[in-house]
């Protein structure tokens, strides 16, 4: 029970933050200290600058050779697309709302493993955990990127005269800010290349204002009538990203040889709560931004007991 509890604790720390900025974002709209112009904005902002840049950051200072691992990344990327397809060939059938397809599809499956699961990772194993899991983020951000710009693309346009192309498709991921981040970054990474100190330094600017942006922007967005309205979406959005994906995904990959450090990142990946860039591009692209904000709140939220109950498990076989 002590271990438990420690677990929780360590992880409360972790997301309990980002809940209180959302939980801010929400009462300065409220008060109307921000409004909708303000949310506007910064959800633009966030999407074309802040976030491209700090993901640029992260993977440009990662030691591309010195981490690579084709077996770890090859189970990511399997599992990832295969979970995709499978939350979009069930959801489909029950959700008729295009907006609200994409939306769930996108919170479903998309991962806050930049923030959560490298927050984690680092004060699971240190400098060690945190260079395997940024190898990991270099993989799912373009990947989460491109998944979520089709379903986004596809369901909105899906039903409408002129249908979806290919080539609405391949525009929207080549002009997508984040996706044009990763492969500016990946040169940097794989020979080791580094931005002048000037240049350094504006970055860093940029990418600090990304989370509390794109957290009060979402907590700006929330509205309590409508989190109860779209109680079912959201409520199986968060089992799926919570429980579901977790409970298949990790076994998985125990039974094909991860272990220690590997199957404990697998773990935080597949069960950490939705990322605030589903909301960014929900919104810029014209999806139910309101289902995304709230399937990002009670994922974070429930994420306090799941992801602390995982690492308990962890712990308790000697995983970690």
Known sequence: MDLYLQSLQFTAGI????FVIVLLGYLLRRNRLVDEAFINTSSRLVFMVALPTLVFMSIARTDFQAVFNPALLGFVFVATLVSFLAIWWLAARWIKQPEDLGAFIQGAFRSNFGI??????????GKAGLSQAAMVLALVIPMY?????????VTMNHGTKEGVSIRQILHAILLNPLIIAVVLALPFSYYGLHLPVVLDTTANYFANLTLPLALLAIGGSLNLKSLRNSSLPAFWATVTKLLILPLLLTPVAA??????????????????PTAAAAFVMARAMGANAQLTANIILTTTLGSIVTISAGVFVLRLTGVI
């Open 15 to 18: 997301v309990t933050p980002i």
């Open 116 to 125: 959560i699961g490298m927050a984690l990772s680092y004060n699971l194993f």
């Open 145 to 153: 990127n491109v998944l979520s710009v089709v379903v986004l693309t």
């Open 255 to 272: 039974a094909l040889g991860f272990r220690g450090v590997e199957l404990a990142l697998l773990c935080v990946l597949f069960s950490s």
